[in-house]
């Protein structure tokens, strides 16, 4: 940057999509844009929309997959970068922390999920001598 360039404009507001995009709460713009539009992420209590403005001091409520996040908006930033500068874009509320941290370990705790299986030779035979069962 030489002494003629003037050093860039200060950010004001922000896309929701966007600054979802480059805080790392989702991958592409257009999962941000697919959380906003089903009614995952909430700005200030209110339903949000991609192209709603943000701004510092914000309050957003994002909810992705078992995940529910309550944070307040530290910063902005227009390009999508490391990890570390991407949490200094927020800050969580110690109530969400709280809360996410007692469901990790609740979800720790049950163990894995059982997988979903095709029902085996016996188990159709079975399932099918039901259903002769209910037509008597």
């Known amino acids: 940057m030489n002494a003629r360039t003037p050093p860039p404009p200060a950010i004001a507001g922000q896309r929701l999509d966007v600054w979802l995009w480059a805080a790392r709460f989702f991958k592409t713009r257009a999962l941000a844009k697919q959380a906003i539009e089903g009614g995952k992420v909430e700005v200030n209590g209110a339903a949000g929309k991609p192209a709603r403005t943000v701004h510092v001091g914000d309050v957003l409520r994002i909810a992705r997959g078992?995940?529910?996040?309550e944070v307040e908006l530290a910063g902005l930033c227009a390009q999508r970068g490391p990890a570390g500068i991407a949490r200094q874009l927020y800050r969580?509320?110690?109530a969400s922390l709280a809360t996410r941290t007692a469901a990790a370990e609740l979800r720790r705790m049950q163990g894995p999920a059982a997988p979903a299986r095709r029902p085996d030779k016996r188990a159709r035979r079975l399932?099918?001598?039901l259903g002769d069962l209910d037509m008597l």
């Open 66 to 69: 078992e995940e529910r996040f």
């Open 127 to 129: 399932i099918r001598a």
């Open 92 to 94: 969580e509320t110690p």
